[in-house]
């Protein structure tokens, strides 16, 4: 197993940590298309909603293989 030969101090340590290498990318923007208003992507902004503009589908049970008409 490798290990460091002299200890690191701990400006070099926390210039490491803070590089720009650990920082997290900006969040991406795009415009919602129900209320052509900013949104993060992927999302329909709350604009949207409250309007009614948008309407969450509702959600439908998944058909299992095991339950077959066996009668």
Same mark, same amino acid.
């Given at each position: @197993? +490798?290990?460091? #030969?002299?200890?690191?101090? *701990?400006?070099? $340590? &926390? @210039? $490491? *940590?803070?590089?720009? +290498?650990?920082?997290? &990318?900006?969040? +991406? ?26 309407? +969450? ?7 299992? #293989? ?6």
């Amino acid at each position: @197993m +490798a290990v460091p #030969k002299k200890k690191s101090s *701990r400006s070099r $340590r &926390d @210039m $490491r *940590r803070y590089s720009c +290498a650990y920082k997290m &990318d900006p969040i +991406a923007e795009t415009t919602c298309k129900f209320a052509h208003v900013p949104a993060r992507t992927h999302t329909v902004s709350m604009k949207a909603i409250k309007e009614g503009l948008y309407e +969450a589908k509702a959600k439908t049970p998944k058909k299992s #293989k095991n339950t077959s008409a066996t009668a």
